[in-house]
């Protein structure tokens, strides 16, 4: 069973860091692209970034470039999204989001989210 | 960037009926076009992909239809659990949702 399990969302500052974690497992992962997607409160899904399989290829949402490092271990089947320089605005629920192939494609499953706030 | 855009944003229907959603792209994404179901506190649920593939385990209720830049949700029977808010997303160029339909049960 497909198993992604988000964690490292808390309460930030504006202008802060964090690191979000996202540990995948009962697949092999190295054959499957990676997305992160949010939602912030009352809002719809945003897809935030998105990762090749062996990472050759790596797309961000205008709202996050330059801002947000996505990454992955495939060694040790994780990923993981870098956040700097936070706002308000990225207040929200993040979903690590398996692709259905190792580029390119639907999202095939989701995890349960990790809750960022971010505010003063 | 593709953008999306649905159909109505908010509607409520009663058991029974039938419910079409809509999805418009900003340009053509092929067959490139999946549905999502998202209930509150719950992570989405993949409903179709390839613009009209059912995916495993989802009633046969739902169905997908369209190509290009013009798409359809179908819910042949809506049934009380399909409540929540639905997205489209197109995968041709990364991924880019669309701002979702909320359906709510009369």
């Known amino acids: 069973e497909v198993q992604l399990v988000e964690s490292g969302g808390v309460l930030v500052q504006p202008g802060g860091s964090l690191r979000l974690s996202c540990a995948a497992s009962g697949f092999i992962f190295d054959d499957y692209a990676m997305h992160w997607v949010r939602q912030a409160p009352g809002k719809g899904l945003e897809w935030v970034a998105g990762i090749t399989w062996n990472s050759g290829n790596i797309q961000y949402a205008d709202s996050v470039k330059g801002r947000i490092t996505i990454s992955r271990d495939n060694a040790k089947s994780f990923l993981y999204l870098q956040m700097s320089a936070l706002r308000a605005e990225d207040t929200a629920f993040y979903y690590c989001?398996?692709?259905?192939?190792?580029?390119?494609?639907?999202?095939?499953?989701w995890g349960q989210g990790t809750r960022v706030t971010v505010s003063s | 960037e593709i953008v999306m855009t649905q159909s109505p944003a908010t509607l409520s229907v009663s058991p029974g009926e039938r419910v079409t959603l809509s999805c418009r792209a900003s340009?053509?994404?092929?067959?490139?076009l999946a549905w999502y179901q998202h209930k509150p506190g719950q992570a989405p649920r993949l409903l179709i992909y390839?613009?009209?593939t059912t995916a495993i385990g989802v009633p046969d209720r739902f169905s997908g239809s369209g190509s290009g830049t013009e798409f359809t949700l179908t819910i042949s029977s809506l049934q009380s659990e399909d409540f929540g808010v639905y997205y489209c997303?197109?995968?041709?160029?990364?991924?880019?949702f669309g701002p979702g339909t909320k359906v709510g049960i009369k």
């Open positions: 997303q197109q995968y041709n160029n990364w991924l880019t």
């Open positions: 340009q053509s994404v092929g067959f490139n």
């Open positions: 390839g613009a009209s």
């Open positions: 989001a398996k692709a259905a192939y190792e580029s390119s494609a639907w999202i095939e499953s």
